[in-house]
């Protein structure tokens, strides 16, 4: 079984699936790609996503909001109201990026540090996204104690080091469809080292459609391709990938197997 940990449903555009969430879900099914962690960017939108994939018992949810959506002044209180409905296992995605949005790193910084208190407050695990800001991500999750619920450092593309740093305050690794990319040599050169009980793999779907599916609007069937690019590279079977990852997603969010 594969578990995709970290997608957009409601960013899908469904006309390429018969205007349809099921067939999605049933793409993904038919691959043996059984659990899905839809991942929120705005709070506005949070209550849309989540009636959406009401009617899927295997879509889990997020509640945050994306460094990049910092249009509104992120309220905790707000957050946390949102954040305790019952299908949220994780407060995210937040984060810092500043290869996009270098100007709004203090409004960023801001939101992260709530989106760390609140995830303590209800003990849930962070998604974390981050470009272009390795120390300031890693001195607000010291700084704020993210440590005390660890989580998930998703799509990665940062430095050994960082991963490194971050499993130390017992986060996990996630790899999306860019491990598969033609210049994603130094990702790959991470991916290879990463303990077995620390990787998980994603697809950040919509986007970031792994090979051989460039070009394509991703999905969560996709995850699988993102698997064997990662078995390839650690020389260690599919079936490891997919026992190993699914595994370390079971025991971040305490569910059952």
């Known amino acids: 079984m594969f578990i995709d940990s970290h997608c957009h449903l409601d960013r899908l555009k469904l ?15 038919e691959v043996n790609v059984n659990t899905l962690l839809c991942v929120c960017v705005t709070l506005e939108e949070f209550p849309a996503m989540a009636e959406t994939t009401a009617a899927f018992d295997n879509v889990l949810l997020s509640c945050g909001a994306h460094p990049l959506n910092q249009d509104e002044n992120i309220q905790e209180s707000h957050l946390q109201t949102l954040a305790d409905h019952e299908r949220v296992i994780a407060i995210g995605e937040t984060g810092l990026d500043y290869f996009y949005a270098p100007e709004t790193r203090d409004v960023q910084a801001d939101s992260f540090r709530k989106h760390i208190r609140v995830a303590k407050a209800l003990k849930k695990p962070l998604i974390i996204h981050t470009r272009d800001a390795r120390e300031d991500t890693l001195t607000i999750m010291r700084e704020e104690g993210a440590e005390q619920v660890g989580g998930i450092l998703h799509c990665f593309t940062e ?20 491990v598969t990319f033609k210049n994603a040599q130094e990702l790959r050169d991470v991916a290879k080292v990463i303990p077995d009980d620390r990787i998980l793999i994603e697809t950040d779907s919509p986007y970031l459609a792994p090979v051989p599916h460039r070009g394509k609007q991703n999905q969560p069937a996709y ?7 990662l078995a390839s590279i650690r020389g260690q079977s599919v079936e490891h990938i ?15 197997s």
């Not at 995850?223 to 690019?229: F, G, P, R, Y």
């Open 15 to 29: 006309e390429d699936f018969n205007n349809q969430l099921t067939h999605v879900i049933d793409n993904a099914h």
């Open 159 to 178: 430095s050994l080091a960082m991963a490194e740093a971050a499993i130390e305050m017992g986060f996990y690794i996630s790899f999306s469809g860019i």
């Open 223 to 229: 995850v699988v391709e993102v698997a064997k690019h």
């Open 242 to 256: 997919a026992k190993i990852t699914t595994a370390n997603f079971n025991r971040l969010f305490s569910l059952t």
